[in-house]
T-cell receptor
Framework: TGVTQTPRHLVMGMTNKKSLKCEQHLGHNAMYWYKQSAKKPLELMFVYSLEERVENNSVPSRFSPECPNSSHLFLHLHTLQPEDSALYLC??????????????FGSGTRLTVV | AQSVTQLDSQVPVFEEAPVELRCNYSSSVSVYLFWYVQYPNQGLQLLLKYLSGSTLVKGINGFEAEFNKSQTSFHLRKPSVHISDTAEYFCAVSDGEYNNNDMRFGAGTRLTVKP
């Protein structure tokens, strides 16, 4: 697919540090992290547009995003809580003059915090 | 800010029957509207989108949706469903701005097609 997320599954203890990776091969200039929990709407966590962070929806500091270039996005995790267990989805889109008005999603990382 | 309400959390239907998944939105500005589908263990896939023009939008897999501004609705329909349509469906809205980096999603509707 155009958006690749690794790993697909991750189990981590509350004291661990891990990172989720997202890579898009579509030439898009905006990337996003969403959290998907059971029976809840998708929660927008972070937005990077043109490699600059434009939105942070009051996400706890134990989640730290990084966008080194327009094709790569990371989510660094540390001292997570069990309620952080969820599917984490990465998406990309094209904004600006050539906006495509639709997001392309990766397959997600299923995170379990034990 | 815009928001989306999907009125049904679960919709069971028999194969070859018609289906409608309901979506209402709220926004103070012009909007772009989307429907996405999520199959098990996968990300979301764009089914269709309304940006402007004709209020009836056709998408992939035989789905279509109608934008109704007066009722602030964007319901998804298919005249005859297949077992393979079993999935989670998400309605989404973003405001009609230059940079659509603010897409908001509904809670989802789980469509189950029974033989």
């Amino acid at each position: 697919t155009g958006v690749t997320q690794t790993p697909r599954h991750l189990v981590m203890g509350m004291t661990n540090k891990k990172s989720l990776k997202c890579e898009q091969h579509l030439g898009h200039n905006a990337m996003y992290w969403y959290k998907q929990s059971a029976k809840k709407p998708l929660e927008l966590m972070f937005v990077y547009s043109l490699e600059e962070r434009v939105e942070n929806n009051s996400v706890p500091s134990r989640f730290s995003p990084e966008c080194p270039n327009s094709s790569h996005l990371f989510l660094h995790l540390h001292t997570l809580q069990p309620e952080d267990s969820a599917l984490y989805l990465c998406a990309s889109s094209q904004v600006g003059a050539a906006a495509n008005y639709g997001y392309t999603f990766g397959s997600g990382t299923r995170l379990t915090v034990v | 800010a815009q928001s989306v309400t999907q009125l049904d959390s679960q919709v069971p239907v028999f194969e070859e029957a018609p289906v409608e998944l309901r979506c209402n939105y709220s926004s103070s500005v012009s909007v772009y509207l989307f429907w996405y589908v999520q199959y098990p263990n996968q990300g979301l896939q764009l089914l269709l989108k309304y940006l402007s023009g004709s209020t009836l939008v056709k998408g992939i897999n035989g789905f279509e949706a109608e934008f109704n501004k007066s009722q602030t609705s964007f319901h998804l329909r298919k005249p005859s469903v297949h077992i393979s349509d079993t999935a989670e469906y998400f309605c989404a809205v973003s405001d009609g701005e230059y940079n659509n980096n603010d897409m908001r999603f509904g809670a989802g509707t789980r469509l189950t097609v029974k033989p």
